[in-house]
């Protein structure tokens, strides 16, 4: 479980330093504060030999395209827009460190092209070429300060190219954003890997907790994908999508814990798609699975109810699972504020506001 974690240079964040990360965080504070890049930082981190690394923030923010330049590709990841001050991001575990170090570089490529020659006739080359200036992003890898691997994400003629050579990340790692809008197809799959493995009745058990009437739930084929459908006693069986966006979140998020042993799942605005009712047996449901798969769950959240859910949700034993960062912005910087479980209750208890 990762123990603390900073942050340099990434977005607002000039330098931050997040300690008492429990098997439970959450992570509160007013807009603009970082909260989301947070997750984001410590997704790209474990997030290695992807291409699309620099743009999954921008897809998950709502972003559909962009175009294809080093500006909007890369410069919106860095502090103040800056590429030229690199980014450094730290994680402990145990005594044990990983970090990994980004920086924005301009190199000449000496290769000159042949101009398009006709078959059966001899390539020519212009004698007048100039190298080409070639931008790219390096991005070093390190366990314990020693140097573990790096990659090269180079932008191309109309294309980005990664070239790696590190370790695999210590863990693996799952973001379920703020809308609630899900891939379907993508849940389908995992819900595969967990029934072949026998694991899918305690998703259904954890699924009535919003839909009482879940019978069962199963993956039907549509051509090349399959969806997962489930029976509420109708005369026909539905698509989970079509029972709701709560029930559809709260899928996504234990399909994400059950695969992701030993990992950690992040999730953004947590409260989104339900009713504060259920809140508590949802909470209890999520940490229950947390600790059966020893996954890690860090979560944003504007909501007071889910901080009071988890005290009431959690056994007092438990409550240890639990910590709460309040993150705020003060001129330059942003400084966080760790509650535990006990803090955080006698704070709800008189209504502190520590949204």
Not at 29 to 47: P, Q, R, S, W
Not at 149 to 168: A, I, N, P, V, W
Not at 215 to 231: C, N, P, Q, V, W
């Amino acid at each position: 479980m990762i123990d603390s974690f900073s942050i340099k240079g990434f977005k607002q964040f000039t330098d931050l330093f997040l300690q008492g990360l429990k098997p439970i965080t959450l992570i509160g504070g007013k807009n603009n504060t970082g909260k989301t890049t947070v997750l984001e930082a410590l997704f790209m981190l474990y997030d290695r030999g992807n291409a699309g690394v620099t743009m999954r923030h921008l897809f998950w923010r709502g972003v559909g395209s962009i175009p294809l330049n080093p500006d909007s590709l890369w410069s919106p990841i860095f502090r103040s827009y800056d590429m030229n001050k690199p980014i450094e991001m730290k994680i402990c575990e145990n005594g044990i460190t990983e970090k990994i170090e980004i920086e924005h570089k301009n190199e000449f490529k000496t290769l000159l092209s042949a101009s398009p020659f006709e078959k059966g006739s001899l390539p020519k080359i212009e004698t007048g070429q100039r190298p080409l200036m070639t931008e790219f992003l390096e991005f070093r890898y390190f366990a314990n300060d020693k140097k573990t691997g790096e990659s090269f994400l180079t932008l191309g003629d109309r294309k980005l190219d990664m070239q790696y050579s590190f370790s695999k990340p210590s863990k693996k790692i799952a973001f379920i954003g703020s809308g609630l809008h899900h891939n379907s197809v993508e849940d389908s799959v995992l819900f595969g890997q967990l029934d072949i493995q026998g694991h899918t009745e305690k998703i259904t058990e954890v699924l009535k907790i919003i839909e009482p009437n879940l019978k069962s739930l199963r993956t039907i084929s549509h051509g090349e994908h399959a969806l997962i459908y489930g029976d509420i006693g109708l005369q026909r069986k539905i698509p989970v999508a079509h029972m709701g966006g709560g029930v559809a979140k709260v899928l996504s998020i234990f399909l994400s814990i059950a695969t992701n042993a030993g990992g950690i799942v992040l999730i953004d605005e947590i409260e989104n798609g339900w009713h504060y009712s259920c809140l508590p047996n949802i909470l209890k449901a999520i940490h229950k699975m947390a600790k059966e798969y020893n996954c890690q769950i860090i979560a944003t959240t504007h909501s007071y109810e889910i901080g009071q859910s988890l005290i009431k949700g959690l056994s007092p034993e438990d409550l240890s699972d639990l910590a709460y960062i309040r993150l705020d912005k003060t001129k330059e910087r942003i400084k966080p504020h760790v509650y535990e479980a006990r803090m955080l209750a006698a704070a709800l208890e008189r209504r502190w506001e520590i949204r």
